[in-house]
């Protein structure tokens, strides 16, 4: 009863951790190697290297004249041959156009001439040393540059040229100072500004990566004063304060950078992570969508907005939208598609909507992605486990834990495995283990408590759920288990069991929405509908207690609904189904399905009475009952004393099971049937009625076949051995992990 596998669920930022989305770090004017924020990765530790801007013409780098306007009789601008006959102004004009058609090699011999008449012609010597530099000729190009600043020393143009030439080499200083002196000459000259910017951004970027932070931090305010529109240093101040975890400002940094650049894919997907970060999903695929839309194959933002879809997918799934939950994490995948936490999370979504089949291949294909995802190994071994494989679960576990050893929840399964298979001392082993590695692990600790029931020794495994709940107080498990063995123990002579079922119901009926009114017909003449709520319509002892009133139902005058919640149905699951349908009965399968769901579906059935079979045994659906879906709700069968819930109205038993001189108090009301409140159906199996063994033995055989933590009491055996003043003459026990049996014959 109750002591389980434990499934590694995913929640928000729960087990299959989406790994931390990338930040994008950009020094310069372009895009260059990535640097990861500090939380995620370490810094790649290199510097960007980014072309420098240039002015497109020579009327922008400060030339005497704008240009030569051309009549229909001259020269073809794309010319091949410079017209050396020009002379002063018309060739040096004549030469910018040139240059602006990138044809270096002509202008460069109009530069020439020009200087080959005037030595000291500034425009020229500036002129000169642009198409120099755009041949990659740096060398010659400084020197050019230098003539012309020792002629003119405040030519903003030539220092500018200067600062960029230092640049490509790796002067980022000497860059900055010519650049500086450029704005000195002329405050206004806006490629200086912009230039200054960029080089003071890669300081920043040094300074930081060598890690001068603050130094670094104040290089980037230094450039935005150079130029305020210029983005990478935005962007960079935002990478800074990311990693300095101030992320109000570091979003506001991203802002400005995407403002300035509409098209800055790096700064929308750092936001994305900010939002991401904060739980704002939806603003985060936005960000990754509008950096998507800007670069498509940004590997970075795919995958993280693969790891926010799969967060997102998660997110819903929780709310109770499996389905959007599953769209979701496919998404993810055609973000990136190799992505093994959605193959994982879609695992875990198709176990939970019965789909076991799909659920093992997405987690071999997360294991095949990621080898060391221990958490598929072990949900692995859940499903296999559940299908009675039992040595493939254990194949499971123990991969589980060959990558990680002290992976509390496959030793605990592992524990229930060897359970099941009657290994009772490496069961207590691998559970004990599991609490070692995980003190706070409260449902190994119930599980505890199912072996020591199991094997008799009740006081333990109340200790032990006990313990469950001291760490965990709304485990249902441990909460219902350690109520059900109270019941082996204590006789209802005091208050005790009472005031255990009483709390624990209203603890539990806290966790449900409860309603109040109810939408039923109040005609008096209709017919009542009637509903039955259990897990147990199968090969299990209530059923051949439900049978009966299933089959012998008045179907005419009171409407029968079904609600099955049989985990695993069998031919007597089917028999019961078509009885029930051909009564004309409602069946309702809800295995899987939420029991708030449930109660909503009961509600919609416009359910008169709600009858639940189980009590505080396995798999009850009391969740049901405590949101009370119908105006009357009672409880039989399946359980011998009071659940607790303030919801649950009366409960069926008898002047035998419940004499009326009790002492015991209940929640429910008793409304004791005439006679038994049972009716037995034997089964088909059984065989016919014969002659008792007693006549041709000569004394009568005593059997039970039981579970140990039922035989607390030995006055039983006393009892037995009284009956008829017989002795006692032969004793007979079968002790197994989950049975005991035993015949005591006189």
């Known amino acids: 009863m109750k002591g389980g596998d434990v499934m590694s669920w995913p929640g928000v930022g729960q087990a299959a951790a989406a790994p931390t989305p990338v930040l994008t770090s950009n020094g310069s004017s372009t895009p260059g190697p990535r640097e990861r924020e500090a939380s995620a990765a370490a810094d790649v530790g290199r510097q960007q290297q980014t072309r420098l801007k240039r002015r497109p013409s020579s009327s922008s780098l400060g030339d005497a004249s704008s240009g030569m306007p051309m009549s229909s009789s001259s020269q073809p601008a794309n010319s091949a041959s410079p017209r050396r006959n020009l002379g002063g102004k018309d060739a040096l004009s004549y030469a910018a156009i040139l240059r602006s058609r990138n044809k270096f090699a002509d202008a460069l011999a109009l530069y020439d001439s020009v200087l080959e008449a005037e030595p000291r012609n500034v425009d020229a010597h500036v002129g000169r040393g642009i198409c120099l530099q755009m ?21 903003a143009c030539a220092l500018t040229h200067c600062g960029i030439l230092y640049k490509e080499e790796g002067h980022l200083l000497e860059a900055a100072e010519a650049y500086h002196k450029a704005l000195q000459a ?42 305020s529109r210029y983005a990478p240093a935005y962007y960079n101040l935002g990478v800074v304060y990311s990693e300095m975890m101030q992320y109000d400002t570091a979003l506001k940094c991203y802002e400005n950078a995407a403002q300035h650049r509409p098209m800055y894919a790096e700064a929308y997907c750092n936001m994305g992570v900010i939002y991401k970060n904060r739980g704002d999903l939806d603003s985060a695929i936005a960000c990754y969508e509008r950096c998507l839309a800007v670069s498509p194959n940004f590997e970075i933002a795919k995958n993280n907005m693969a790891i926010a879809l799969t967060d997102l997918g998660t997110k819903v799934k929780l709310e109770g939208d499996i389905h959007q939950g599953v769209a979701y994490y496919k998404k993810a995948l055609l973000y990136n598609w190799h992505y093994a936490d959605a193959m994982y999370n879609l695992g875990v979504a198709y176990g939970e909507m019965l789909k076991f089949d799909m659920a093992v291949v997405m987690y071999e294909l997360a294991l095949h992605f990621n080898p060391h995802c221990a958490e598929a190994c072990n949900n692995l071994g859940v499903i296999y486990k559940d299908r009675d494989n039992l040595d493939r679960a254990v194949d499971c576990y123990q991969m589980a834990l060959s990558i990680k050893p002290n992976f509390s929840q496959s030793l605990n399964n592992l ?25 706070t692990y409260a449902e190994a600790y119930n599980n505890l408590g199912v072996l020591h029931r199991d094997a008799g020794s009740i006081p333990l495994a109340i200790d032990a759920y006990e313990r469950c709940l001291l760490i965990d107080p709304d485990s249902r498990n441990a909460g219902q288990n350690r109520l059900l063995a109270m019941n082996y123990i204590y006789e209802g002579k005091d208050d005790k069991l009472y005031i255990a079922h009483r709390d624990w119901g209203k603890r539990f009926n806290r966790l449900y929405p409860e309603f109040t009114t109810w939408d039923n017909s109040k005609e008096r003449d209709r017919p009542l509908t009637i509903g039955y709520v259990s897990p147990d319509y199968f090969t299990h002892s209530v059923s051949y207690f439900i049978e009966a009133p299933l ?43 939420d029991e708030k769901k449930v109660a909503s579906l009961v509600r ?143």
């Open 186 to 227: 002329d405050p206004s000259y806006k490629a200086a500004s912009e230039n200054l910017a960029i080089v003071l951004t890669d300081l920043g970027t040094s300074l930081k990566l060598s890690g001068n932070v603050q130094e670094g931090l104040q290089k980037y305010y230094d450039a935005l004063k150079a130029d």
């Open 551 to 593: 089959v012998h139902h008045n179907y005419t005058n009171f409407r029968v609904v079904v609600y099955c919640a049989v985990v695993k149905a069998d031919a007597k699951t089917h028999r019961f189904r078509d009885t029930v349908l051909k009564r004309g009965g409602v069946w309702r399968d809800i295995y899987g399905v």
């Open 415 to 439: 524990g229930v495995v060897y359970t099941v298979q009657g290994k009772m001392d490496q069961a207590a082993g691998m559970i004990e283990k599991a609490i070692l590695a995980n003190p």
């Open 604 to 746: 919609e059935d416009k359910v008169d009475i709600l009858v639940e079979l189980t009590g505080h045994t396995a798999n009850n659906r009391l969740g049901v009952m405590a949101c009370r879906p119908a105006p009357v709700q009672a409880t039989w069968i399946g359980y011998p004393n009071s659940t607790g819930l303030p919801t649950i109205d009366y409960r069926f038993t008898d002047a035998l099971a419940d004499p009326l001189n009790t002492k015991q108090k209940h929640v429910e009301e008793l409304v004791r049937l005439p006679g038994s409140f049972l009716c037995y159906t034997p089964s088909a199996e059984t065989g016919p009625v014969v002659q008792t063994p007693a006549i041709s033995n000569g004394f009568i055989t005593f059997g039970s076949f039981n579970n140990l933590a039922k035989f607390q009491n030995y006055n039983i055996f006393l009892l037995i051995c009284r009956l008829g003043e017989m002795a006692l003459q032969h004793l007979l026990q079968d002790v197994r992990p989950l049975q005991w049996v035993c015949f005591i014959n006189y």
């Open 135 to 155: 041949q990659g000729h740096s060398r010659q190009a400084f020197d050019s540059f230098a003539d012309a600043l020792r002629l003119d020393q405040q030519n």
